[in-house]
């Protein structure tokens, strides 16, 4: 579990986060969402200790993160998983030296020990014969199978998506989208999505936060999003007629 | 006030990328592979330009002796002066800061625009020392390519002395050992060691800390061949100064 604290975070005299407090749940698909500018991907950057904040505080499983010796941090960074916008697979090396990267800089397993593992991580997101490949030569989806791949390979406790589904084609968005809420949910891991796409806050959106202006201007789920009176929030997530059918069916049906 | 903002974030730089060292077993395949890329990968533009600017060097030598008291022996002097003193050392690192460090730049600002370093910094991997560390100690062995482009510069001056007329094989093999100074070749490989240092760490700053996209890697390439041009003619100077002239 990540609670997050009264965090602001402000670039020179621009306060992008004002304070947001939340907690993200251990074992469920956590979705931070809002329009572009809101603050998300700051929040999500100082989740993961890229940006120092002014005030507040994250705490990891009751750890609070700014206190923690540097050790500890590493450790706490071991822990993590991260699913970049653009994949981030390092261009010198396979798919498969990808994956195996995280267990040779943390690990001191051997050889094949850490062969039968990328084997089976590999094989867990549908990518077995990709092993010898170069980033280059996959697909956008294959890169983001391989960098769930390689976000998973050492059993995080924590994992963060940024953006996993942007480039993908609806189906192969889909795919990703079930592949991380699986993964959640057999590993029990505490995963934070940052989304655009209303297709997986209605899939997956375990618990759903929305940020605007740097504030979190609503907290709730999948389920309890169709029947929200937040303005705010029905502005944005139902900005398309499409999405105003399908809520307006769900009201019907569920009356 | 920028300027000295970079100064300073790159003299930090340098203190970071001595801690939090990377697991030896990784280390050591980033270090050879950092061998590869930046000292093998020399070694034919190296030899190629050595050799023939050694040739051009004593051509330009012999046309400009004019005078019949002035020995023959003179041509190989001065083509050997010329190419241990400055042409190896110093010309040599200008022609590797194009080479090597916009090599340098674009792979690691690449890296940054795609992510690859925020995806090491994420697992707790000091960046710095992963990226910038190996490249310094590879460059440890840019001695060993400015012997070359010595031995080949001097190779090439006599070829084109002999093959071009100028003097005979005799009088350029007694000119490059007349008043031959041992201290000349130490000063060069001095020069060399500190250049190095600044091969490895001035490109690795401009490609570390860009911000932008792919037209800002080119851009940020280009600024880091300029200082780090500008820093290697300014430190030859004051070497020259410091190691010569006492």
């Known amino acids: 579990m990540i609670e997050v604290t009264n965090l602001h975070k402000s670039f020179g005299d621009v306060e992008v986060l004002k304070g947001i407090s939340t907690t993200f749940e251990k074992g469920k698909t956590n979705l931070i969402i809002g329009q572009s500018g809101s603050g998300k991907t700051v929040f999500l950057k100082c989740l993961l200790g890229l940006f120092d904040y002014e005030q507040g505080a994250i705490a990891y499983d009751g750890k609070v993160f700014a206190k923690l010796t540097e050790d500890e941090k590493r450790n706490i960074r071991a822990e993590i998983g991260m699913v970049f916008q653009g994949s981030a697979l390092f261009d010198s090396m396979t798919i498969a030296q990808n994956v195996m990267f995280p267990l040779k800089m943390f690990t001191n397993q051997s050889k094949s020990e850490m062969e039968d593992r990328v084997n089976f991580v590999l094989k867990r997101v549908n990518l077995d014969t990709a092993h010898n490949k170069m980033p280059s030569e996959a697909s956008g989806g294959m890169q983001k199978r391989v960098a769930i791949a390689r976000a998973i390979v050492n059993n995080p406790k924590y994992l963060f998506c940024d953006e996993p589904n942007s480039g993908l084609d609806p189906k192969t968005a889909i795919v990703i989208d079930n592949l991380i809420q699986e993964i959640t949910d057999e590993y029990q891991i505490t995963t934070v999505i940052n989304s655009h796409d209303m297709n997986s806050v209605m899939e997956i959106g375990e618990k759903i936060v929305f940020l605007r202006n740097g504030l979190k201007a609503w907290e709730g789920s999948n389920k309890t999003i169709f029947k929200t009176d937040n303005e705010v929030v029905t502005d944005f997530v139902y900005s398309s007629n499409l999405f105003k059918k399908v809520r307006k069916m769900y009201i019907e049906e569920n009356e | ?246």
């Open chain 2, 1 to 246: 006030m920028t300027y000295l903002h970079n100064i300073g974030a790159y003299f930090l730089m340098i203190v970071e990328m001595f801690r939090k060292p990377t697991k030896w077993t990784v280390m050591k395949q980033l270090i050879l592979k950092d061998i590869d890329d930046l000292i093998i990968g020399s070694l034919g533009i190296v030899a190629f330009i050595s050799f023939f600017v050694g040739g051009v060097v004593t051509i330009q030598t012999a046309l400009n002796i004019d005078s019949p008291l002035i020995p023959k022996y003179l041509v190989g002097f001065a083509t050997r002066q010329s190419i241990i003193l400055e042409f190896a050392p110093t010309f040599m690192s200008i022609i590797m800061a194009g080479k090597v460090g916009s090599f340098i730049t674009s792979s690691i600002g690449t890296m940054r625009v795609t992510e690859q370093i925020d995806a090491l910094e994420v697992m707790g991997i000091n960046s710095l020392n992963y990226l910038v560390f190996p490249k310094f100690i590879a460059l440890l062995l840019y001695p060993f390519i400015i012997s070359i482009a010595m031995f080949l510069g001097i190779l090439g001056g006599m070829a084109a002395c002999v093959y071009g007329g100028f003097s005979s094989l005799e009088d350029y093999n007694v000119g490059i050992q007349t008043d031959f100074e041992t201290f000349h070749v130490i000063y060069a490989f001095i020069k060399t060691i500190v250049f190095a240092f600044i091969l490895a760490t001035i490109p690795s700053f401009h490609g570390y800390y860009m911000k932008g996209g792919a037209l800002e890697v080119g851009k940020a390439s280009t600024t880091s061949f300029v200082w780090t041009s500008v820093v290697i003619i300014i430190l030859n100077y004051f070497l020259t100064q410091m190691l010569l002239s006492s």
